[in-house]
C-alpha cells in the first residue's frame, strides 16, 4: 500500500514538474514581467520550433498560449513597436501546430479572438484589434456567419464601426466581392444592404458605392428582378433611392426576364409616388412612354393597381394618354375599366386630352 501511495506521488510530481518546466510558458513568462525588448523577442519565443508542443489546437491550452501571446503583443503595440508582420508570424505559427482559424461556433479560437480582442475592444487594443480582423478574415472563416456567443459578424462589425472608422469595411472589400451571392446572408452583401436600410447600413451603402471601385449597384438577383433600386421602391425609402440615384445607377435599365419592365413601371407596381418625385426628369421623359412586352407604358400599371394619383403625376410628366396596349386598349379606356378607383385620374385625363 505505501508503495502504491510512493508511486503515485511520484507520478503527481514527474507530472507537476512537466507543467512547471514548460519552456514556452517559462519564456512567455519572463517576458511578460520584464517587456522592455523588442517584439522580435516575443515571436521568437512563439515561433521556436523547440516550442511547437505547445502551440496545440487543444480548444482550452492552445487558445491559452495564444492568448498569452497575443496580451504581449498589446503590450508592444501600445509602445509602438507591434507590425501586422508580427501578428501574422505569431498567428502562423499557431495555425501550423493545427490550430483553426476557419471554423465557428463551440470553442471556435476565431470566435474568441473576435469577442475579446475585436468585438469588445473599444479601442482598447489600438491596432491589434483589426490586425487579428484581418488575418482571421483571411484565413477562410466566414465573415458573415453570426457566432452564438454575440450577435455580430464580422461583417455586422464593420458595419456599426463605418461611422467611426472605415478600416473594416476596407478589409472586407478587399477580401470579399460585395456583389457574390453568399450564403449565410442567401444573397449578396450589396444586395442585403439595400434590403435593409437602417442608417448603419445606408453609411456603409454610402461608402460602398463611391470607394469601392468594383461594386455594381446595378446588379440584379439570378431571376432578373430585384436590384438594389428595386428594394429602394419597395420599401418606399428615398434616402436609400437617392443614394442610388447620386452613385450613378442606371435608371433607363430594363428588367428584361420581367415583361421588359423599366423602373417607373416598377414604382407604379408598388405605388411609389415619393421616388418617382426624386427621378432626375431627363430620366422620366425618357422612360415615361416605354412600353413593356404586352405594349403598356408605366401608366397602365398604375392605373390597373389602381394608384390614381401617381397616374396623374405620370400624365402631369408627359404620359401618352392617347397610347394603346397590345390588345388595343388606350390609357382612359383602362382608366374607365378601373372607373370607381381612379375616378381622380380620370378627371385630369379627360382635362389634359381636352386641351
Known sequence: MRKLLFLALVVISIQFTAKSQNPYAEAIVTLEKNPTGDIDELVAIVTNPAHAQYLNSKPKTGYKNLQQAINLS?????????????????????????????????ESVSDNLLQQYVYDYNYKYQNVGLIIYQEILHRGYDPFIIPDKKGLSMFGFAIKHTETGSYYLDELVKTIDMNSYTESLNMSPFIWLTSNPSSENL???????????????????????????????????????????????????????????NYLHRIALYNALDIFN???????????????????SPIFWALENENPELAIAYAKAGADLELKNNEGESVMQVANRYAEANQAFIIVGREILDN
Not at 439570378?222 to 443614394?243: E, H, P, Q, Y
Request: hydrophobic fraction near 40%; proline fraction near 1%; charge should be negative.
Open 278 to 296: 426624386t427621378f432626375p426628369a431627363n430620366e422620366v421623359e425618357d422612360l415615361i412612354n416605354q412600353a413593356d412586352v404586352n405594349g403598356k
Open 203 to 261: 453609411l456603409a451603402l454610402r461608402h460602398l458605392i463611391f470607394y469601392d471601385k468594383d461594386l455594381n449597384i446595378n446588379e440584379r438577383f439570378d431571376d432578373g428582378k430585384t436590384s438594389a433600386f428595386d428594394r429602394a421602391v419597395a420599401l418606399n425609402n428615398i434616402d436609400l433611392a437617392n443614394l442610388l440615384i447620386e452613385g450613378g445607377l442606371d435608371l433607363r435599365a430594363i428588367c428584361q426576364s420581367c415583361a421588359s419592365e
Open 74 to 106: 498589446i503590450t508592444y503595440a501600445n509602445k509602438g513597436w507591434l507590425q501586422t508582420e508580427n501578428c501574422t508570424q505569431i498567428l502562423n505559427a499557431f495555425s501550423n501546430q493545427g490550430m483553426d482559424f476557419s471554423n465557428s461556433g463551440k
